[in-house]
């Protein structure tokens, strides 16, 4: 009997963690749900509109200084004032994203066009959000602060402005706090569940959700209506962001990513386009979570949250709790592909045969003149390499991968759990079974085994829907390395990791590690070359340009799918496993979507000239990651010295790079797209 009452007080306990949970989500999913509804594409900016808004909310409570002990009023007062500020910072966020990552490719009919550019805004949103923090006084943020990347992200307190009153029963806890998260988050969804169904607006934003030419032709102005949709489902999302920075009392940026694909999930989970849906599913995952959080373990929630949501969308797209199916889009092509331009340039074959006669002799050019730069050229190399790979999946096949460096990640593992001193497997293995190049060759073929197995759910989707299973792969790996510290160092990493050697009478390790990067870059270049011309790279073009049409004719989507993110994760494998050896150790963050970013941003901007430009776009996105961006430095505090300015004496631009880097990603997007149209 006893044990009976433990666990249902238990159970009961878990429900009420879930509920207010499932609260805070509930509102940026219904704002994720109604955007998607009225504008029909994905809005992968979302959760970075989330982090910034909480970025503003807690600064906001910082600057009015309201403590624990003031008045009840004074709390009401300055609760309702950072709700306010939470839904217009929200809506004018979002509706900047509206403008600038949908608007410009409206009549273009491409549907992933917004998508990557949503990816580049986010990023830059993530960006202002560090700026953010670096206006902050010291005395109001949280120390110590995370990093990432070496940059500072936001870490900002909250004081506590609801009073600490108990008000559960039993042996369970509820406190007035969790009382308000819950009831405010069920009123708001509840109110903008009404003003669709029962306002002039909400008229407006379902005839054009529903069909926007018909509504067009009957006076009402779908691009009107898409900007009220943003601007609302901003609000919301905003006010979620305050109920989330006030509820848990602090709030750094890299919420973003992890609070937009939470809001997916629930959206998807209630039937993407159903707000209703959205509050459900929202309540379900808070659920679901707190579960997951007691019985399993809380470090593994978010991997779990990310499998729902690839089982949601690859074999459940309409959602667990919808009635009926939700709608797609009619200007989705079958493979959701980039477009290509209208016609495709080939870099000058001197300029390649010139950068690739430099490749060669460069360790001894760089030896004999002291730039000591092999290390960078060699990482450069390796960027090629990833280049190539992710361009077969993208411009060859059409298919976008968001999650491009969970393969290189896997390379990377590979060859140190087979090389590695600290490896508990490799000290298992006899001494010829941890050679490196048997790591190499074996990252290869592992890293493409997964590309297979990732590659089975998504083949399944189509357009966006493609793209956030591979961002949610993307995230998965990472999560399992850093969880799994007895096969995988977990968030020590691992060191003693060897390098292939290639040249025998060449002693020193980065020239050795140089010539075996240039060696893979160069055979990948070949390889994807070939590939291109051949049979499967015509399959592929027939395949991204136009599914139907490709199987009449004999063609198998789902086989040359699955071989493009087979071959292309091959090639991050190969990369991954010469990026472990050259630096000797790994750590899991070494591996997170900013590199997915970067390859992205070199394939998207060498994107109209094929696999060379490519490589050029790779060389480029490096060179500034690793050199360019200290000569700039360097310019910018000879230029306060100068001038005078203390700005810019202080001017860090390795610190700025999420905004370069998004920035490259939605220019080239733009620009791509422009060519294609």
Known sequence: MLCSDACGALTLQLLVYGL?????????????????????????????VFALTTVAVASLAGTLGVPATASLVTRCLALLLLALVGAGCGALLNVLVERLAFRP?????????????????????????????????PARGNAPNPHH????????????????????????????????????????????????????????????????????????????????????????????????????????????????????????????????GAVAGGLVLGVITAFSDYLLDAYWTPALILLLLVGLLAFRPTGLLASEPAPSSENVPPSGALPAPSHVLHPPRWLLAGVFGLAVVYPWVDQLSGWYRVHSVTLALLMVTLAVGLNIVVSFAGLLDLGYAAFFALGAYTAAIL???????????????????????????????????????????????????????GEIVPNVIWHLPSWTGGPRGMSGIASPRLLPWVSSSPPQVYLVALAAATLACLAASRLAASRTGRAWAAVRDDEVAAGAVGVNPVHAKLLAFAIGAGYAGVAGAIYAGLLGSILPEQFDFTVSLMVLAAVVVGGRWGIGGAVLGAL?????????VYGANGALHLLGTATGVSALLTADLRGDNWAVFGLALYLATVARTSEAG
Request: hydrophobic share 55%.
């Open 20 to 48: 207010t949970n499932g609260a805070a989500i509930v509102l940026s999913a219904v704002g994720f749900t109604l955007a998607y509804a009225v504008a029909r594409q994905i809005n992968l900016a979302h959760g970075n």
């Open 105 to 137: 490719f409206r009549r273009r009919r491409d549907p992933l066009g917004p998508l990557i550019a949503t990816v580049g805004l986010s990023f830059v949103f993530l960006q202002l959000a560090v700026w953010w923090r670096a206006l902050v006084p």
């Open 149 to 276: 990347g070496s940059i500072d992200v936001p870490l900002l307190s909250m004081p506590e402005l609801v009073p600490a009153v108990e008000l559960g029963w039993g042996g369970v806890s509820f406190t007035l706090k969790d009382a308000c998260v819950l009831l405010f988050g069920i009123v708001v969804a509840a109110g903008a569940t009404a003003l669709l169904a029962q306002t002039k607006i909400g008229r407006l934003l379902r005839a054009v959700a529903q069909d926007p030419e018909l509504a067009a032709l009957c006076g009402a102005d779908p691009g009107r209506a898409t900007m009220l949709a943003f601007a609302l489902a901003g609000a919301l999302t905003g006010l979620g962001a305050a109920i989330f920075a006030a509820y848990y009392g602090g709030v750094y940026a890299q919420h973003g990513l992890r609070s937009g694909l939470a809001a997916m999930t629930a959206a998807v989970l209630g039937g993407v386009g159903s707000p209703p």
């Open 419 to 473: 090389t590695s001193s600290s490896s508990q497997l490799g000290a298992m293995l006899p001494s010829p079974a941890r050679d490196p190049w048997l790591a190499l060759v074996a990252a290869g073929p592992l890293a493409a085994g997964f590309g297979l197995a990732f590659g089975l759910p998504s083949v399944r989707t189509r357009g966006e829907y493609l793209a956030i299973v591979t961002l949610a792969f």
């Open 620 to 628: 480029l996105i490096t060179a500034y990651d690793r050199e360019l």
